[in-house]
């Protein structure tokens, strides 16, 4: 494993110096590593420290996370659930499978795991669902758009932590359109494999080629 300390100690600076902070938790951190629904999750027990490192680091900074992720457990972490957006959905909710209402349930809410307007089952409320619901993630992304548009001009870093091209369109592309935007923005992109940075963000981002879970692990 390479020895990131002076890269960590470096970033752990920048995040604390004062300015926000913006992150985005990809793939590499999911708890089951294949993109099924299944409920049954194979607990990961480094990601979980992976996350607590992650919030030492950004605890007092203003910052806000994004994740495609939708194993739900960002928000069992000590993270303030007021600055997580997870447009992809969360296993852990419910919404009918064939999308006749936008109500969404919490896991175990509705015993009979039928909707209770039309009785077709209820399934995650995640965008693999084939009909997915987006009132589940709707108000925490107004949220986060108005977080964002407080950052233009503002000193950002961005932390884009094991987000590969599954779904570009949340994390990856948007976050290499704030930096280009923002002159005071630097992203760090941690990635075993996609680390790459595009041309006209060089000097203003930094790609960085690691597990990032095992990144944050020595932080
Ligand atoms: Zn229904």
């Given at each position: ?71 739900g457990m960002i928000?069992?972490g000590?993270?303030?659930s ?24 919490e896991?175990?809410e ?40 407080r ?20 994390i990856?592309?948007p ?31 930094e790609?960085i ?11």
């Open positions: 494993m390479t020895d990131h300390k002076e890269k960590l100690e470096e970033i752990r600076r920048r995040v604390q110096s004062g300015g926000k902070v913006l992150i985005g938790i990809g793939s590499e951190w999911k708890q089951n590593r294949n993109d099924s629904d299944e409920t049954e999750i194979t607990i990961r027990p480094e990601v979980e420290k992976a996350y607590q490192s992650l919030y030492e680091w950004i605890k007092d900074a203003d910052y806000f996370l994004v994740t495609t992720v939708t194993d928000w069992r000590p993270f303030d007021g600055r997580i957006v997870a447009p992809c959905g969360n296993i852990g909710w419910r919404q009918c499978s064939k999308a006749c209402t936008k109500d969404i349930w896991e175990g509705v015993e009979s795991g039928l909707c209770p307007h039309c009785k077709s089952p209820l399934v995650p409320n995640t965008i693999r669902c084939g009909c997915y619901i987006e009132e589940g993630y709707l108000p925490q992304w107004q949220e986060y758009t108005k977080w964002l548009a950052t233009l001009n503002q000193p950002l870093t961005v932390i884009e932590l094991g987000e590969g091209f599954g779904v570009p369109t949340v990856r592309w976050f290499e359109k704030t930096v280009f935007l923002n002159q005071k923005a630097y992203m760090y992109r941690v990635h075993s494999r996609f680390f790459q940075i595009s041309d006209e963000l060089s000097g203003r981002a790609g080629a690691a597990d990032s879970v095992e990144f944050m692990l020595q932080a």
